[in-house]
């Protein structure tokens, strides 16, 4: 089955500590993207990146980094510098071919929250 | 700075009804918009996309129109069901990624 894979869907992290979120995707798709989303919020971009090796920054890509080392791989690190992480986290991707004109496919969200 | 607003918040009705969401977006120059569906503790599920160019799209039920001088969208859902029973965004594409609305929340109720 094609699709994007997120685990783990539960995390609990303790203050002061960095937690991973994976994202994999096996569309063969070259963009990724990380949102977070808040209760009664739309999504907000955290970071996303167009080709390997290569990502950019959102609106709100405070606390947190990524890498982008393989295609079919964007890991999100969630930074003890990150003050209020607790969130629903979901990432995306989408083809790079006629970028902008192409729908974004959504994984099944991490749920992040800190004890 | 493009703003993307949804009204109502939130939504209930009859099953067998037909329904009509508002999306309203402030800066006309974009790519596209998505409206998606979001299950309670779940991921997005794309339900149609709009290009800028294109009036509007349907898939069963469901119509999505766009007015991009006017800044507004439309998703109309037709004899609503209880699986219906979602929270739906809308989102326009601005150029880096999307920006969304914070949905409105329908109950269809049997």
């Known amino acids: 089955d094609g699709g994007i894979t997120q685990s783990p869907k539960y995390l609990f992290r303790k203050e002061g500590q960095n937690v991973t979120l994976s994202c994999e995707q096996n569309l063969n798709h070259d963009a990724m993207y990380w949102y977070r989303q808040d209760p009664g919020q739309g999504l907000r971009l955290i970071y996303y990146s167009q080709i390997v090796n290569d990502f950019q920054k959102g609106d709100i890509a405070e606390g947190y980094s990524v890498s982008r080392e393989k295609k079919e791989s964007f890991p999100l690190t969630v930074t003890s510098a990150q003050k209020n992480p607790t969130a629903f986290y979901l990432c995306?991707?989408?083809?790079?071919?006629?970028?902008?004109?192409?729908?974004?496919?959504f994984g099944p969200g991490t749920r992040l929250t800190v004890l | 700075k493009q703003e993307v607003t949804q009204i109502p918040a939130a939504l209930s009705v009859p099953e067998g009804e037909n329904l009509v969401l508002n999306c309203s977006f402030t800066d006309s120059a974009i790519y596209n918009l998505q409206w998606f569906r979001q299950d309670p503790g779940k991921g997005l599920t794309s339900l149609l996309l709009?290009?800028?160019?294109?009036r509007e799209q349907t898939s069963g039920r469901l119509n999505a129109s766009l007015d991009k001088s006017s800044g507004r969208s439309t998703l109309y859902i037709a004899a609503s069901q209880p699986g219906d029973s979602a929270t739906y965004l809308c989102a326009v594409e601005a150029g880096t990624a999307l920006i969304f609305g914070k949905g409105t929340t329908l109950s269809v109720s049997s």
């Open positions: 709009i290009q800028s160019s294109q």
């Open positions: 995306a991707s989408r083809p790079r071919l006629a970028l902008f004109y192409n729908e974004q496919f």
